[in-house]
């Protein structure tokens, strides 16, 4: 079975700029969860999406949005880049919904370099 | 004060040693623990859940002390392919990963 996959690999935007990441989550589940990971820091939680709602946004602005479709695959959109943006960006899915964790497995990440 | 501390290491130690990671949470209500694994230029992958009665796997042992709001992690007999980024994770809202800035760990030969 395929893992979570995340497109593009690597990615070169300037400041000002607009981009979209991508990510597809494991077979089967139905949540998907995004991190920013800036170099030497661990991940930083920003959205997580289940059955297409949001269901929770951490401590970043507005120029970062989300979306997930009805296949639960999903779309950060990051506007009006900014040098501090660059990182790498995590997907993550899990089975979601019921009552407690459902682990949370990673997709390889998006390097974003804004210049 | 952050969520979720570590020591960032580097922890630099021969094959065969035992080596302890410790990592402090501030969020009382906090319910969750985790270690996650994440190797240069890769993503994080789960390590072991951390029990209050503590907890073992391996060659990984793994202790959490509510009341001082701390997690551990031992490994005993290091190898040379743990060398990685030990991240110390608590949840939140049941859903929400917070992690720790890592510790980075080296064995060497």
């Known amino acids: 079975d395929a893992g979570v996959t995340q497109s593009p690999t690597h990615l070169i935007k300037t400041r000002g700029q607009h981009v979209t990441l991508r990510c597809s989550p494991i077979s089967g589940h139905k949540s998907v969860s995004w991190y920013q990971q800036v170099l030497g820091q661990g991940p930083q939680f920003i959205f997580q999406?289940?059955?297409?709602?949001?269901?929770g946004r951490g401590n970043f602005p507005d120029r970062f949005s989300a979306r997930q479709f009805p296949n639960y695959s999903s779309e950060l959109n990051v506007n009006a880049l900014l040098l501090g943006d660059s990182a790498l960006y995590l997907c993550?899915?899990?089975?979601?919904?019921?009552?407690?964790?459902?682990?949370?497995?990673f997709g390889p990440g998006t390097r974003l370099t804004v210049l | 004060r952050k969520e979720v501390e570590q020591d960032p290491g580097p922890f630099n130690v021969p094959e065969g040693a035992t080596v302890a990671f410790n990592c402090t949470y501030s969020?009382?209500?906090?319910?969750?623990f985790f270690w996650y694994r994440q190797d240069c230029r890769k993503e994080p992958k789960l390590l072991m859940s951390?029990?209050?009665s503590g907890n073992e796997d391996g060659r990984f042992t793994a202790q959490l002390n509510r009341a001082s709001q701390y997690i551990s992690l031992l490994i005993r007999d290091s190898k040379l392919s743990d060398s990685a980024t030990y991240l110390c994770?608590?949840?939140?809202?049941?859903?929400?990963?917070?992690f720790g800035s890592g510790t980075r760990l080296l064995v060497r030969p």
């Open positions: 993550a899915s899990s089975l979601g919904g019921g009552r407690g964790f459902n682990e949370q497995f």
């Open positions: 999406y289940y059955e297409k709602e949001e269901r």
């Open positions: 994770v608590v949840i939140e809202e049941g859903y929400k990963l917070i």
């Open positions: 951390v029990y209050s």
């Open positions: 969020n009382s209500a906090s319910q969750s």
